[in-house]
């Protein structure tokens, strides 16, 4: 799946999924210890050209599955008879990632395939893990050339083993809301509102400055000062690591930049004040009541938007391309080397995340591809969006992917940016807190919490 | 046990000595051999995870890592932690606001449900409902009561005339509510435990009460109250032990922002700041070191109610 907000997964998370994290509280360990570890993979018996189960460990949405997503699996057991693919589907991304973490550390419990989020793989490279993997630039016949070349790195160990590989990526644009700025006196048309932020996320806090003099009343420009915060970082060239890839946000110019303009977006009551994935709903309502006017959009918001704001807003959202292209997000398919069948699995996660598959997973779940051709073929490039009033979002994501700058990580990129977005731009928006005062907390905050 | 040595023994006797030493066994050891699954259970899911955790919080630990030993440096770094003081300080005064206010409304509802009155036994299943209820269920109820943006309670507050209350974001709102919850839960349990004592309060003292002169109030104050004083002690430590450990309230009431107990940790307690550590940041040595003190905590708490009763039961020896 795609999201990188780390703490807590994505979208449609309301209160059924507040009832699961109590459940996973309360039954503690044993879930961790328990749902899903049946082991023994291999059910047939162990003679040459037997029968196998192939688990793969997902979460969120892949787009892989039979019944929503483009029927992989139902493919790929067609083409090789003696495999049967299971699928173990988490909802939120952190949840999965710190059983998945709890499973490598003890060689049991591991699907043969296990996805990994872009905000997690640092750590998955790192030291302590890197050689709980296969390498799949060895086995399995993946063509590792084939993704985009920053792909391929962040999935890469300090000895170079390539430990996943990807599956989608998350070139970022900006929906806007047409109904909302036509009554602000702004274009409507998506190359005019392109031109009035290009280049610059100085020009977009500008821009929604000219928003808040005829706004409509209760409605601000953007979501969220954390959503923007997010938005700005993932479109810079240095983030919250160093080109070492150790941890060194304090001195980063891109976390200064992104926190500047979230600041200055707090400060100027440009932002509705909500959190992204907020567990309430509040956020979610906010589609269908149209209280913000932008929001940051990666290729997977668009489903999101289409979820939240519903069939009677069909039309009145459009994309346009942002101030300064980034990504936000993406994931790879990695195969822990404990599995009984790392072979069979490295060969099944090569073809999954082959160019032809990543154009099919596109057609039916929207995920812009991580591999080069996909990215310009005709598939892509013509794609059409008809909730967004057939906005050309192949053309618009490719683009976007084009002009990203991938920044060195760290592994602790996921919890400072926790820090930084949910402890200093939430407070600053929420509270009122003084924006020195909310940077100096989440320095205390990165020295106490984090054990480097 | 006994008999079947005897009767497998049968015709040739074993020497006195090993009968002896066998039915000596089999009085020793077999009450042991009958208690060994607590024991054992015990060892395995109650010693060992504490002693194992107290070896933990000695060290530097990641899910996954190999140790290294840190000695006493996290606890010491607990205590110049602001965050921990914050966490620590948070638990108190939820655990305050939560507490008496529940406390002295089951004192009341106890009162009224001791007296002979129609439906009683439905009004005591019906104290009891909110307890029966899962805290997810109570929370996320509660949450949409106190929903800033479309919550019940600002609505109400808004038709008599008040701004909105940020029930969220703001310290004692967000803290009050929770106590709001915690108190909707327990005061129909501890309202049970009072009742059940009140109950085996002589009907004597009342009437000689009565004869006296005494109104039902004064009735209260000094015969039942006097009469159920180690009962209220034993809530009070019942419910202190619960308020030092809440975690599920605060977690699931501030939503995806719960962990940390709000953007500014205003509303984060101790329970919550250990899973931070342990689970979110994956400093399971920090995350231990909270758990033994927690642990150091409650272990006070019982050597004060130790105290404090043992101080009553004097007193109520030399007084009578």
Same mark, same amino acid.
């Given at each position: 799946m795609r999201t990188s907000s780390s703490r807590h997964g994505r979208g449609r998370r309301t209160a059924i999924n507040a009832v699961a994290a109590v459940a996973v509280m309360a039954t503690g360990t044993a879930l961790l210890t328990g749902c899903g570890s049946d082991g023994d993979n291999g059910k047939g018996d162990a003679a040459g050209g037997e029968q196998i189960t192939l688990r793969i460990g997902t979460f *969120?949405?892949?787009?892989?599955?039979n019944t929503t997503g483009a029927k992989l699996y139902a493919e790929y057991e067609k083409a090789h008879p003696n495999i049967k693919i299971e699928e173990s589907n988490v909802a939120d991304g952190q949840k999965y990632w710190d059983t998945l973490k709890l499973r490598l550390s003890r060689d049991s *419990?591991?699907?043969d395939i296990q996805a990994l989020e872009v905000g997690y793989i640092a750590e998955a490279t790192g030291p302590a893990m890197a050689d709980k993997w296969t390498d799949l630039a060895k086995t399995g016949g993946g063509d590792v050339g084939a993704f985009l070349d920053w792909k391929v790195k962040q999935a890469t160990t300090a000895d170079g083993k390539v430990i996943g590989l990807g599956t989608d990526i998350g070139p970022m644009a900006i929906c806007y809301n047409k109904d909302l700025f036509a009554q602000a006196k702004l274009p409507t048309d998506r190359t005019e509102v392109a031109k009035l932020w290009a280049g610059d996320w100085a020009k977009f806090i500008a821009t929604g400055e000219t928003y808040k003099k005829s706004a409509p009343a209760g409605t601000a420009f953007h979501d969220s000062a954390s959503g923007l915060f997010n938005a700005v970082i993932s479109s810079q060239p240095v983030q919250y690591a160093n080109a070492k890839g150790e941890l060194d946000y304090e001195n980063s110019p891109g976390v200064k930049k992104a926190w500047d303009t979230a600041v200055a977006a707090a400060k100027g009551e440009l932002t509705a004040k909500l959190r992204q994935f907020d567990e309430k709903g509040t956020w979610n309502a906010a589609f269908k009541n149209a209280k913000f006017a932008t929001v940051a959009c990666p290729s997977w918001m668009t489903g999101i938007i289409k979820d939240q704001a519903g069939p009677e807003n069909q039309g009145k959202w459009d994309i346009a391309a942002p101030p300064v292209a980034g990504n936000w997000g993406g994931s790879f398919l990695a195969v822990p080397k404990s599995g009984k069948h790392a072979k069979e699995a490295a060969e099944l996660a090569a073809w999954l995340t082959a160019p032809a598959q990543h154009a099919k997973v596109f057609g039916v779940n929207g995920n812009i591809p991580s591999t080069k051709d996909t990215l310009t073929s005709a598939a892509v490039q013509d794609a059409k969006l008809p909730y967004f009033g057939d906005t050309p979002v192949g053309k618009i994501y490719s683009e976007a992917a084009a002009g990203i700058t991938p920044a060195p990580i760290s592994r602790w990129d996921g919890q400072v940016k926790t820090f930084l977005t949910d402890n200093g731009i939430l407070d600053i928006e929420q509270r009122g807190t003084d924006p020195a005062k909310a940077w100096e907390n989440v320095k205390k905050l990165v020295d106490d919490k984090i054990d480097q | 046990m006994a008999t079947s040595v005897r009767a497998t023994s049968?015709?040739?006797?074993?020497p006195a000595g090993l009968r002896s030493t066998l039915y000596r066994l089999d009085l020793k050891a077999v009450p042991y051999v009958f208690v060994a699954p607590f024991f054992l259970t015990f060892a395995a899911f109650g010693l060992f995870p504490l002693i194992y955790t107290g070896w933990l919080s000695l060290h530097r630990v990641e899910l996954g890592g190999s140790a290294q030993w840190k000695g006493l440096e996290n606890y010491s770094s607990l205590a110049t932690s602001e965050f921990f003081w914050n966490a620590l300080a948070n638990t108190f005064t939820i655990g305050v606001i939560s507490t008496v206010p529940q406390l002295l409304m089951a004192l009341g509802l106890a009162h009224l449900l001791n007296y002979k009155l129609r439906g009683r036994g439905f009004f005591r299943v019906a104290v009891l409902a909110p307890y029966a209820t899962s805290i997810a269920a109570a929370t996320l109820v509660f949450a949409q009561l106190f929903n800033t943006d479309y919550g019940l309670i600002n609505t109400v507050l808004g038709w008599v005339g008040f701004d909105p209350v940020a029930w969220d974001s703001s310290k004692w709102p967000a803290q009050i509510a929770i106590s709001t919850i915690v108190t909707w839960r327990w005061t129909g349990y501890n309202a049970l435990i009072y009742l059940a004592a009140m109950q085996a309060v002589p009907q004597d003292l009342y009437e000689a009460a009565a004869l006296d002169g005494a109104s039902r109030w004064r009735q209260f104050l000094s015969v039942t109250i006097p009469s159920i004083r180690p009962t209220i002690l034993f809530t009070v430590i019942v419910s202190t032990i619960g308020a030092t450990q809440l975690f599920g309230e605060p977690m699931l009431f501030g939503g995806s922002v719960g962990i940390s107990g709000g953007s500014g940790n205003q509303f984060q307690t101790l329970s919550l700041l250990m899973y931070e550590k342990g689970w979110v940041t994956g400093a399971l040595g920090q995350a231990s070191a909270i758990a033994w003190v927690m642990l150091l905590l409650l272990l006070l708490i019982g050597g004060i109610q130790t105290l404090i009763t043992r101080s009553n039961h004097k007193r109520k020896k030399s007084g009578s």
């Open positions: *969120g949405s892949f787009g892989y599955d *419990g591991l699907a | 049968g015709g040739s006797p074993p």
